[in-house]
């Protein structure tokens, strides 16, 4: 699965639009992009994911560049319950596929 | 859909104990998958099953560990002998053919002192 990159930190106000960028500049065809996040000592909850196209649910939206090789998390409103962090992985196919985990973004979301 | 459930939340152990865990996926789910997680790290892949095969190992997975699901249901992981270096949030994900999105449970906090 290709690797992926994303800023350590981010921080956003609440009511305000968070962007979360990540990188994945080697991501083949058939492989997806998806996106986790994970609060404090939960465990991580399934926000999105798409292929090529821009997705969107009622959690967030996801922007995928028509190269694919980097794409934007969106939360439209962010929350102070939207404070965790973000991972963004490129897992193969819908086939069975471990998820590779990085380091992810720290969002804190302020009053 | 009630959500992937994981038994216990918590557990404290002396070393050299053997330690069992629990983890119910979410109903007709029939692929479960098993993480762990150190503090400051992501979560990382153990093993995966389908339906009662177990088709995937990582190396993490030392002869101490053993993990089951008998029945194609629920599944157990167990640690024998621990050590203090096995402390860390054990996570189970299921998912179902063909999408394979993962959902995750609340983890099991294992300390080993």
């Known amino acids: 699965d290709a690797k992926t990159t994303q800023p350590p930190s981010m921080d956003c106000a609440e009511g305000r639009a968070a962007n979360l960028p990540c990188n994945h500049s080697?991501?083949?065809?058939?492989?997806?992009v998806y996106w986790y996040r994970q609060i404090h000592s939960q465990g991580p909850q399934y926000i999105i994911h798409?292929?090529?196209n821009n997705e969107t649910n009622e959690m967030a939206s996801l922007i995928i560049t028509e190269d694919r090789k980097s794409s934007t998390l969106i939360l439209p409103h962010a929350t102070l319950r939207d404070t965790a962090v973000y991972y963004c992985?490129?897992?193969?196919?819908?086939?069975?596929?471990?998820?590779?985990f990085g380091q992810g973004t720290i969002l804190t979301v302020h009053p | 859909d009630t959500g992937v459930s994981q038994d216990p939340r918590h557990k404290i152990t002396k070393r050299g104990q053997n330690v069992t865990f629990r983890c119910d996926p979410i109903?007709?789910?029939?692929?479960l998958y098993w993480y762990r997680q150190t503090l400051g790290q992501g979560p990382e892949f153990l093993t995966y099953?389908?339906?009662?095969?177990?088709?995937?190992k990582s190396r993490l997975l030392s002869d101490r560990f053993s993990a089951e699901r008998p029945k194609g249901s629920f599944s157990t992981l167990e640690i024998q002998r621990t050590e203090q270096g096995d402390s860390a949030m054990y996570l189970c994900?299921?998912?179902?053919?063909?999408?394979?999105?993962?959902?995750f449970g609340p983890g099991t906090r294992l300390t080993v002192l």
């Open positions: 994900a299921s998912s179902r053919v063909p999408t394979d999105t993962q959902y």
């Open positions: 080697t991501i083949s065809g058939n492989e997806y």
């Open positions: 798409g292929l090529k």
């Open positions: 992985i490129v897992k193969g196919g819908t086939s069975y596929g471990k998820l590779t």
């Open positions: 109903s007709e789910h029939n692929r």
């Open positions: 099953f389908q339906n009662e095969a177990q088709l995937e």
